[in-house]
């Protein structure tokens, strides 16, 4: 593996989360809850507590308010690992810690008293709900409403595909306070206890172990001292937060290519047909070449993100290029280590067969592909194609 390592702490910092996530982490989600459904929440709770232990989540929140406030660039190492460990474990960390960093840059005291603890020690989950069935790249057009009453608004709606739903102790929401497309969508923080959300888990293609859900709001009273942010904020401090989170799923997908290639040099050094290791025939190794450098380039790509992200410039174009760049090069990449495993890779023996259905997810949340090209098209040209 091509790492470059800023300096010692970090490669140790990084190689020593690798060796735990390995001996003990790797094998709950390569057998026992490979395709096993939801994984109960005291178990998703207990492992989501060991991530914390490295770092994960406090580390993306300020000291001001209990973090760590670890570099950006050594937090997307860390969480590069737990990606090329388990991808239902990286979606887990991924929206605990946007939730997190959400509350950290927008939340009234009570709300941060309330919940920061607990999620930065990886007790609390939160979840972060913008999509909806007939909204999905197009967040400007959400329909779910807030109405002011007095004190409180008033939410209703339908949220779609909503990561840690089933998990979540709290939900940061999305919703429109007036009808202005930019300026008439606000964040609420709703507690699953006291503002009781209805949750219906969601079937996927894989990664079912952790929840994606559908969630119901039927006039629901919130206190208006429950909004993150000013009203009408939503829609910017949400762009202002993909930055970021689009670096960490372009990690997911490095993560996920990553490991395909070492189960196909594994895999590639131990069958043999013609006589020969494949490794051994020019078109597996070229493949493999191929496969290699696609993996290097999603990681320049994403630790650049990452370091700009860190030095406080401007980095919207190279997030999106890393998000499509690694995704699409996930499903790529997996799809040829499956190729390389032949009738085997296409069983549950070997772990390429769910690397390869895991891959195919990345590419959606958090603006599809196509939504990254639009950005980079109207960053490089000044002209919006949307
Ligand atoms: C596993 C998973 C987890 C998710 N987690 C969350 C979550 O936690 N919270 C949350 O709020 N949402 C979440 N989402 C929702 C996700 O953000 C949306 O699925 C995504 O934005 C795409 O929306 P859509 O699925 O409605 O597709 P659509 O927007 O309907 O797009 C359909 C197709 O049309 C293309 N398209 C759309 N607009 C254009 C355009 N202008 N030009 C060219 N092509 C276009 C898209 O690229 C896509 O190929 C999650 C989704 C998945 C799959």
């Not at 079912?208 to 939503?234: C, H, W, Y």
């Not at 799923?249 to 050094?269: D, N, S």
């Not at 499509?324 to 067969?353: P, S, W």
Request: a negative charge; aromatic letters at 6%; hydrophobic letters at 45%.
């Amino acid at each position: 593996m091509s790492h470059v390592f800023r300096t010692p702490e970090q490669k140790e910092a990084v190689e020593s989360f690798r060796r735990f996530l390995s001996d003990k982490v790797d094998p709950i989600f390569r057998h026992e809850y490979r395709d096993n459904g939801l994984m109960p929440k005291e178990k998703m709770r207990e492992l989501n507590q060991q991530m914390t232990e490295f770092g994960l989540i406090a580390g993306a929140v300020s000291e001001a308010n209990g973090g760590l406030g670890i570099d950006f660039l050594t937090l997307t190492m860390l969480f590069e690992e737990v990606c090329a460990c388990a991808t239902d474990m990286s979606t887990v960390v991924l929206i605990n810690t946007f939730a997190a960093k959400m509350l950290d840059l927008l939340a009234p005291v009570h709300i941060k008293d309330r919940y920061l603890p607990g999620l930065l020690s990886g007790e609390l989950f939160g979840c972060m709900a913008f999509s909806e069935p007939d909204v999905g790249s197009n967040v400007m057009e959400i329909k779910a409403r807030a109405r002011r009453d007095g004190d409180d608004y008033i939410l209703s709606g339908e949220k779609c595909w909503i990561s840690n739903g089933s998990f979540s102790d709290f939900m940061i929401v999305a919703a429109r306070t007036s009808d202005d497309p930019r300026k008439g969508l606000s964040h609420f923080v709703l507690d699953r206890k006291e503002h009781p959300y209805e949750v219906k888990e969601i079937h996927k293609i894989a990664s079912n172990s952790q929840s994606t859900a559908q969630i119901f709001m039927d006039d629901i009273r919130v206190p208006a001292t429950n909004m993150l942010g000013k009203e009408g904020d939503a829609l910017r401090n949400t762009l202002a937060i993909f930055e970021r989170s689009r670096v960490f799923v372009a990690a997911q997908g490095l993560g996920l290519a990553r490991r395909a290639l070492e189960e196909a040099v594994g895999y590639a050094k131990e069958r043999k047909q013609h006589g020969k290791v494949i490794a051994g025939h020019q078109l597996i190794s070229a493949m493999l070449a191929e496969m290699a450098t696609n993996v290097d380039a999603s990681r320049l790509l994403t630790y650049r993100a990452a370091e700009m992200i860190e030095a406080g410039i401007p980095a919207e174009m190279e997030a999106a290029m890393a998000k499509y760049f690694a995704c699409e090069a996930a499903v790529t990449i997996t799809r040829q280590a499956v190729q390389i495993h032949g009738g085997n890779g296409l069983t549950k023996d070997f772990l390429v067969e769910r690397l390869a259905r895991e891959a195919i997810i990345v590419p959606i949340p958090e603006g599809t592909t196509q939504i990254q090209q639009l950005i980079i098209g109207r960053a490089l040209t000044g002209v919006n194609a949307f």
